[in-house]
C-alpha cells in the first residue's frame, strides 16, 4: 500500500540551528501539507503546498518556515533558527486532489534544546 | 520535565463492548468532518468521514453520527478490540479549496481485554 514516508524519525537540535525535514508524498498526489503536534496537544495545520507553491498557511507559519519540493519526489519544510517552542511532531500529508483523503506520515520529531 | 498541554478526556471499555466518542466541533460552515485515529508515536490515521448533507455514515465497525443543529459529532465503534486503544480525533474542514483540517482536542480510548 503506498504510504507517505518522514525522514527523519527523530532530531534533536540547538536553538538557533537551522533545520530540514522531508517528506516523500505518495507518489500521484498533487496536494502536499505540514501539520504539527506539540506534546498532549493537538493536530495544527501549517501549510499546503499544490502546483509549486503555498496555497495556504496559518500563523504558526511564520517568516521562519519555508516549504519547498526540490524535485519531483521529495517535500521539504525548513526552519531556519529553530526556537524551544518549535518542539513537536511534524506530520507531512498528501491527497490526490483538492478534496479527497489525506494520508499522513509517520512523523519526524523535533526537539530543540 | 513537566508535562504541558491538553488533559485528554479517556473513556475506558471492556472488550466487545460498544464505544461512543463524542466531539463538539465550531464552524458552522465546515462541511467535512472526519474522525482520525492515533496510535502512541504515529501519524493520524483515517478511521471514516461525513459530509454535512449526511447524517449517518457506516463502515466496517464504526458508525459516524452527525448533529449540525448541535454541531455534534459521534464515532460509534462495535464490538470493541483491544487494538481499537489509541487517541481519536474528530477533523473538520472549512472548505476552501484545500485541506486544512482543523482537529478537535482528542479522546483516548483505553480498551482492557
Known amino acids: 500500500e503506498p504510504e507517505v514516508t518522514q525522514t527523519p524519525s527523530h532530531q534533536v537540535t540547538q536553538m538557533g540551528q537551522e533545520v530540514i525535514l522531508r517528506c516523500v508524498p505518495i507518489s500521484n498526489h498533487l496536494y502536499f501539507y505540514w501539520y504539527r503536534q506539540i506534546l498532549g496537544q493537538k493536530v495544527e495545520f501549517l501549510v499546503s503546498f499544490y502546483n509549486n507553491e503555498i496555497s495556504e498557511k496559518s500563523e504558526i507559519f511564520d517568516d521562519q518556515f519555508s516549504v519547498e519540493r526540490p524535485d519531483g519526489s521529495n517535500f521539504t519544510l525548513k526552519i531556519r533558527s529553530t526556537k524551544l517552542e518549535d518542539s513537536a511532531m511534524y506530520f507531512c500529508a498528501s491527497s490526490g486532489d483538492s478534496d479527497g483523503e489525506l494520508f499522513f506520515g509517520e512523523g519526524s520529531r523535533l526537539t530543540v534544546l | 520535565g513537566e508535562s504541558v498541554g491538553l488533559h485528554l478526556p479517556t473513556l475506558s471499555v471492556q472488550e466487545g463492548d460498544n464505544s461512543i466518542i463524542n466531539c463538539a466541533y465550531s464552524n458552522s460552515a465546515s462541511d467535512y468532518f472526519i474522525w482520525y485515529k492515533q496510535e502512541s508515536g504515529k501519524g493520524p490515521q483515517f478511521i471514516i468521514d461525513?459530509?454535512?448533507?449526511?447524517d449517518k455514515r457506516q463502515g466496517q465497525r464504526v458508525t459516524v453520527l452527525l448533529n449540525k443543529t448541535v454541531k455534534h459529532l459521534s464515532l460509534q465503534i462495535a464490538a470493541t478490540q483491544p487494538g481499537d486503544s489509541a487517541v481519536y480525533f474528530c477533523a473538520e474542514i472549512r472548505h476552501s479549496g484545500f485541506q486544512k483540517l482543523v482537529f478537535g482536542t482528542g479522546t483516548r480510548l483505553l480498551v482492557s481485554p
Open positions: 461525513i459530509r454535512s448533507n449526511m
